[in-house]
């Protein structure tokens, strides 16, 4: 078989869609039908529609974002990202709004105000215990992560800052 030959099997062969994830379901969709090679068709769960899937989204349980019956499994908040601050915080989103109120709308440490951020406020907490500290804009947070949340770094950079001012 001569190289030409080869490269144009392989050509084929690439271009066939797998059909082994014909039928298969996941919690969004029902795949009914083969598309292009790596594309799927699907009966979606949400709504009863038909729509076109990736391998990938299938596989990983992904649900495509153009179906407008789609709602995020976490049905308690509407909001991705209250649910993210009560997940990950133990907070709501009327919490972070109220203690962004009582900071006056600015960043705990350098005052910077939340109308001049681009992304808003970083939730500030104490990663041994877990408990929210504030509010910071997003340097300052990183600046005490960096200082690995140590009140001794901070006092030796400050003093280092002070020692080296001109």
């Not at 979606?44 to 899937?53: P, T």
Request: aromatic share 6%; hydrophobic share 35%; charged share 25%.
């Amino acid at each position: 078989m001569s190289i030409r030959n080869r490269s144009s099997a392989l050509e084929i062969r690439s271009r066939k869609p797998r059909i082994d994830l014909l039928w298969q379901e996941n919690d969004h969709v029902v795949i009914i039908s083969t598309g292009q090679p790596s594309k799927w068709i699907g009966r979606c769960k949400h709504c009863g529609g038909v729509h076109e899937q990736q391998s990938r989204s299938i596989k990983k349980n992904y649900m495509a974002r153009e179906c407008p019956a789609f709602a995020p499994r976490n049905k308690i908040y509407k909001n991705v990202e209250d649910s993210k601050l009560v997940l990950k915080y133990g907070i709501t989103f009327d919490d972070f709004k109220a203690m962004l109120k009582n900071q006056n709308y600015q960043c705990a440490i350098c005052g910077i105000h939340q109308a001049q951020l681009v992304y808003r406020m970083a939730v500030d907490h104490d990663h041994s215990t877990g408990k929210v500290r504030g509010l910071l804009c997003r340097p300052c947070n990183h600046a005490l992560g960096l200082l690995k949340d140590d009140p001794r770094n901070a006092a030796r950079a400050s003093e280092y800052l002070k020692a080296n001012k001109e």
